[in-house]
């Protein structure tokens, strides 16, 4: 066997960051959800549509435009982050956290205003459906709030500059990554709850 090919069998393979492999099985658990919500959709359109007009579709689209804009600062900040500019790309981070958690204030609200008025988990099929799906994207986006807290710290302060600045843009690509899979998560589901049947 010639030296280049026992060379390359010798050779470690390359491997799909573990982000990419966790994005592609968290995407397929709610592709399920959403499967399963429209399956029972088409058996109760009249109770799914009269359900879905009792949320304040403006606040879902406003939740959307978040998270957007979000989404938008992160990317921007890994941008920055791969050129070297780690400063910036902090206050990048930071500034998508600020605007982000008036998401975490609007979903708040929009679960008071529901439990206020007396619907809860169990107050039909639909109900159960948007307290699951929006509760496991609140988790999703808790988590993430917490990883942009991270990274907007800045690389290791105590680590060799090279490893730090090169870690922080693995870090850096991974949590944008995150991040826009809880903004492309969020669109899925206001589309799926509050504008079908929406009048």
Request: net charge neutral; hydrophobic share 50%.
């Amino acid at each position: 066997m010639p030296a280049a090919e026992l060379a390359a069998a010798g050779a470690p393979r390359e491997r799909a960051p573990a982000i990419w492999i966790f994005i592609a099985l968290d995407c397929s658990s709610f592709g399920l959800f959403f499967v399963v919500f429209m399956a029972q959709r088409l058996g109760q359109p009249a109770l799914f549509d009269h359900s879905s007009q009792q949320l304040y579709t403006a606040l879902g689209f406003l939740n959307a435009c978040i998270l957007i804009t979000s989404s938008w600062l992160v990317a921007w900040a890994n941008v920055v982050g791969r050129q070297g500019d780690f400063a910036q790309a902090k206050k990048l981070i930071a500034w998508g956290m600020a605007v982000a958690a008036c998401f975490g204030l609007v979903k708040g609200y929009e679960y008071y205003e529901k439990l206020s008025s007396g619907v809860t988990v169990s107050t039909n099929e639909f109900f159960t459906f948007y307290y699951a799906l929006t509760g496991i994207h609140f988790v999703h986006y808790l988590v993430g709030m917490v990883i942009l807290g991270v990274l907007a710290q800045g690389p290791h302060p105590y680590a060799p500059p090279d490893q730090a600045h090169a870690s922080y843009r693995k870090w850096l690509e991974g949590g944008s990554l995150y991040w826009h899979m809880v903004d492309l998560l969020w669109i899925f589901i206001f589309s799926l709850l509050y504008l079908v049947g929406a009048r």
